[in-house]
């Protein structure tokens, strides 16, 4: 990795700087906190991690938490995994959630969004309503705090609803979307044990409908501790017998009561992928979420009361909840319910637009997508009102930068960012103070102490090594559901380096403090000593117009050899004749390393995914490795099943 000083794609403008949440806070935290007044984010940064505990009782007091009974001190015990956070505190997430309707009664919480892209919004005041009203209704059935509410929903406005109302009464939201099947929703809740679910008939999705209630009924028989079923007409069908209705449960005008819980009470249920195995259940909490959202959205991505947050996203993935979140700061969220695609490519910035978007996520894919489909998105959509669209999922390609730089706006803030569902956050990505350079996330977050090791422990400096965090933060799960001695928490994140979270990814922090990720640590392609992450070589290689989708595996071989396929999912058209194999061989070689060129570029008829839609590498690896499907891969966790035949009949030809 070269120290050179690139020149930035991107800017703030001094007036912009000025007016960031970030710079108020680092003045205010400066004459209250004794935080630095000067030396920009940088010095920020490092008072945050280096005081942690100050650092937090800033945020919490910048942003005004509520604590119900007032807190010992912020860090209880500081050791990982196990950090105890603001012992003593009760507070309520629902409640921080709902404020703004005390000033913007009429003003519009949710923007919800169909496939036909007209906008329909749910007003604050309305929100709290229904929020107080199912509440009541949870209590009246019986739900106390820690018992688990279930959601198999789209991203709809009853979906925020029915978190809310779970958290209010101290209860434990999960979720997952209705185009997971029945076996992977029962491998998620099933280990939860929810009292009460709450299900569509079925969804509209790619211009089609799809029913869902043979599967509801299917879940249904499956979870023997539901107390109750509710039903939500999406398609209009009848009530299920013994359902109970929706729109009676959230029909009364009650103000909402708020459970005062613990800091570190559960407030929702998680799930990894769950490639392997069963999905680890992962459990954060009310106050940790809280502060951490809080920091993420009120600071690193400036949002407030004027602002408008769109992410595409589902129920079924983490950053569904952290849009949630951005209701935390008053922001009006956008739910979009449908396909990213439909009826075009150009289909989420029309939302954009169609919403007036200021904040627009979307994944790293989705760009690289439109970048191939020649979308134009500022000739063909009015997006002045986007100030920043960001990115997750996978790196954002440095083509995908100056795609965004060229084609939405010169003067736009690029915020590819880098997190987990472990946290459900971000450890790296957005500052709005900070320049950004091509193929970079600006910087750690705040309260992140953020570093790239060497596998003896040595922090690097623009170099390739391990992800890892060294100090605690507050959304660190509190546990895993069903993992009564913590030994598979433990072994998830600190049995590489004692005491230290590994995530998993390797990054280089670089000598300007931004952060390169380059793929996961497991999947990495190690040549002659020479590591590599599987993102460069996608990067890369996807450039090419022949390619739609690529896949890049590296077996150790028993006699000590190492042997390095890559798979590639062509273009209609296209065929992977000599030409284009020496082209791949060609573009690997000058752009990246002569030692990753692939020993074979075999054409196959997919690449699979998580239901998140992450590529399954690990799994393809141990199926190239002779394991047996069942035990390479948790199927019911993959987009398409069939897709993994291929990798495993190519290991039975290969023998």
């Given at each position: 990795m070269?120290?050179?000083?690139?020149?930035?794609?991107?800017?703030?403008?001094p007036?912009?700087?000025?007016?960031?949440?970030?710079?108020?806070?680092?003045?205010?935290?400066?004459?209250?906190?004794?935080?630095?007044?000067?030396?920009?984010?940088?010095?920020?940064?490092?008072?945050?991690?280096d005081?942690?505990?100050?650092?937090?009782?800033?945020?919490?007091?910048?942003?005004?938490?509520?604590?119900?009974?007032?807190y010992?001190?912020?860090?209880?015990?500081?050791?990982?995994?196990?950090?105890?956070?603001?012992?003593?505190?009760?507070?309520?997430?629902?409640?921080?959630?709902?404020?703004?309707?005390?000033?913007?009664?009429?003003?519009?919480?949710?923007?919800?969004?169909?496939?036909?892209?007209?906008?329909?919004?749910?007003?604050?005041?309305?929100?709290?309503?229904?929020?107080?009203?199912?509440?009541?209704?949870?209590?009246?059935?019986?739900?106390?705090?820690?018992?688990?509410?279930?959601?198999?929903?789209?991203?709809?406005?009853?979906?925020?609803?029915?978190?809310?109302?779970?958290?209010?009464?101290?209860?434990?939201?999960?979720?997952?979307?209705?185009?997971?099947?029945?076996?992977?929703?029962?491998?998620?809740?099933?280990?939860?044990?929810?009292?009460?679910?709450?299900?569509?008939?079925?969804?509209r999705?790619?211009?089609?409908?799809?029913?869902?209630?043979?599967?509801?009924?299917?879940?249904?028989?499956?979870?023997?501790?539901?107390?109750?079923?509710?039903?939500?007409?999406?398609?209009?069908?009848?009530?299920?017998?013994?359902?109970?209705?929706?729109?009676?449960?959230?029909s009364?005008?009650?103000?909402?009561?708020?459970?005062?819980?613990?800091?570190?009470?559960?407030?929702?249920?998680?799930?990894?992928?769950?490639?392997?195995?069963?999905?680890?259940?992962?459990?954060?909490?009310?106050?940790?979420?809280?502060?951490?959202?809080?920091?993420?959205?009120?600071?690193?991505?400036?949002?407030?009361?004027?602002?408008?947050?769109?992410?595409?996203?589902?129920?079924?993935?983490?950053m569904?909840?952290?849009?949630?979140?951005?209701?935390?700061?008053?922001?009006?969220?956008?739910?979009?319910?449908?396909?990213?695609?439909?009826?075009?490519?150009?289909?989420?910035?029309?939302?954009?637009?169609?919403?007036?978007?200021?904040?627009?996520?979307t994944?790293?894919?989705?760009?690289?997508?439109?970048?191939?489909?020649?979308?134009?998105?500022?000739?063909?959509f009015?997006?002045?009102?986007?100030?920043?669209?960001?990115?997750?999922?996978?790196?954002?390609?440095?083509?995908?930068?100056?795609?965004?730089?060229?084609?939405?706006?010169?003067?736009?803030?690029?915020?590819?960012?880098?997190?987990?569902?472990?946290?459900?956050?971000?450890?790296?990505?957005?500052?709005?103070?900070?320049?950004?350079?091509?193929?970079?996330?600006?910087?750690?977050?705040?309260?992140?102490?953020?570093q790239?090791?060497?596998?003896?422990?040595?922090?690097?400096?623009?170099?390739?090594?391990?992800?890892?965090?060294?100090?605690?933060?507050?959304?660190?799960?509190?546990?895993f559901?069903?993992?009564?001695d913590?030994?598979?928490?433990?072994d998830?994140?600190?049995?590489?380096?004692?005491?230290?979270?590994?995530?998993?990814?390797?990054?280089?922090?670089?000598?300007?403090?931004?952060?390169?990720?380059?793929?996961?640590?497991?999947?990495?392609?190690?040549?002659?000593?020479?590591?590599?992450?599987?993102?460069?070589?996608?990067?890369?290689?996807?450039?090419?117009?022949?390619?739609?989708?690529?896949?890049?595996?590296?077996?150790?071989?028993?006699?000590?050899?190492?042997?390095?396929p890559?798979?590639?999912?062509l273009?209609?058209?296209?065929?992977?004749?000599?030409?284009?194999?020496?082209?791949?061989?060609?573009?690997?070689?000058?752009?990246?390393?002569?030692?990753?060129?692939?020993?074979?570029?075999?054409?196959?008829?997919?690449?699979?995914?998580?239901?998140?839609?992450?590529?399954?590498?690990?799994?393809?690896?141990?199926?190239?490795?002779?394991?047996?499907?069942?035990?390479?891969?948790?199927?019911?966790?993959?987009?398409?099943?069939?897709?993994?035949?291929?990798?495993?009949?190519?290991?039975?030809?290969?023998?």
């Amino acid at each position: 990795m070269s120290t050179a000083n690139p020149s930035p794609l991107w800017q703030p403008a001094p007036e912009r700087i000025a007016q960031a949440q970030i710079t108020k806070f680092q003045t205010w935290a400066a004459e209250h906190h004794g935080a630095p007044s000067h030396g920009g984010y940088a010095a920020l940064h490092r008072w945050s991690v280096d005081e942690l505990d100050t650092f937090w009782k800033a945020v919490t007091e910048w942003f005004d938490v509520r604590f119900s009974t007032p807190y010992t001190r912020v860090l209880g015990d500081r050791s990982m995994p196990g950090a105890e956070w603001f012992p003593g505190a009760t507070l309520n997430y629902a409640e921080h959630a709902l404020r703004a309707a005390g000033t913007r009664a009429d003003e519009p919480a949710l923007l919800h969004v169909d496939e036909t892209h007209e906008p329909t919004p749910v007003s604050w005041s309305e929100l709290r309503r229904q929020v107080g009203s199912l509440a009541a209704e949870l209590r009246a059935l019986g739900v106390h705090p820690g018992d688990r509410v279930s959601g198999y929903l789209p991203n709809v406005p009853q979906a925020v609803v029915a978190l809310l109302a779970t958290a209010a009464v101290g209860a434990v939201w999960t979720s997952c979307a209705p185009d997971f099947g029945a076996r992977s929703v029962l491998d998620r809740f099933q280990q939860v044990e929810p009292v009460v679910l709450f299900t569509v008939d079925g969804y509209r999705y790619g211009g089609k409908e799809h029913d869902r209630r043979d599967v509801v009924a299917e879940l249904r028989g499956e979870l023997p501790t539901l107390r109750a079923v509710v039903h939500i007409p999406l398609l209009g069908t009848e009530a299920p017998e013994g359902a109970l209705d929706w729109s009676t449960l959230t029909s009364a005008d009650v103000e909402p009561v708020f459970e005062p819980v613990p800091f570190d009470h559960p407030l929702w249920v998680l799930y990894s992928s769950g490639t392997t195995g069963l999905p680890k259940a992962i459990v954060q909490s009310q106050g940790g979420i809280l502060v951490e959202h809080l920091k993420q959205l009120g600071l690193h991505c400036d949002l407030s009361t004027e602002d408008r947050f769109f992410w595409y996203t589902s129920t079924g993935w983490m950053m569904w909840n952290f849009l949630v979140s951005g209701l935390l700061t008053g922001t009006t969220i956008v739910l979009y319910d449908g396909s990213p695609g439909y009826p075009d490519t150009g289909a989420q910035w029309r939302i954009a637009e169609r919403t007036g978007a200021t904040l627009f996520g979307t994944s790293a894919a989705y760009v690289m997508a439109c970048r191939k489909a020649e979308v134009h998105p500022a000739r063909d959509f009015d997006l002045t009102s986007v100030r920043c669209v960001a990115t997750t999922g996978s790196p954002l390609p440095p083509d995908g930068f100056r795609w965004l730089h060229d084609e939405v706006g010169e003067d736009l803030w690029i915020a590819s960012v880098s997190g987990g569902t472990d946290v459900c956050s971000c450890f790296a990505g957005a500052v709005p103070t900070l320049p950004v350079y091509i193929g970079e996330l600006q910087a750690a977050g705040l309260g992140t102490d953020l570093q790239s090791w060497d596998p003896s422990g040595k922090p690097l400096i623009d170099e390739v090594g391990e992800l890892v965090v060294t100090s605690p933060m507050p959304s660190m799960p509190i546990r895993f559901w069903n993992d009564p001695d913590g030994s598979r928490y433990h072994d998830s994140y600190f049995d590489t380096y004692p005491g230290v979270w590994r995530h998993g990814d390797w990054i280089t922090v670089t000598s300007r403090d931004s952060v390169v990720i380059h793929g996961r640590s497991d999947s990495t392609l190690n040549r002659q000593g020479v590591r590599m992450g599987s993102a460069d070589i996608y990067e890369a290689v996807e450039r090419l117009p022949e390619i739609k989708e690529s896949l890049v595996i590296g077996i150790e071989q028993p006699d000590g050899g190492y042997w390095m396929p890559l798979f590639v999912h062509l273009a209609p058209g296209a065929a992977l004749d000599e030409a284009l194999l020496n082209r791949i061989k060609q573009t690997i070689r000058e752009q990246l390393s002569p030692r990753h060129v692939p020993d074979e570029v075999i054409e196959v008829p997919g690449v699979p995914h998580t239901l998140t839609g992450k590529r399954i590498e690990v799994p393809v690896k141990r199926l190239l490795q002779g394991a047996p499907l069942d035990k390479a891969v948790n199927v019911g966790s993959v987009d398409n099943v069939e897709l993994l035949k291929f990798y495993e009949d190519l290991a039975r030809r290969r023998g």
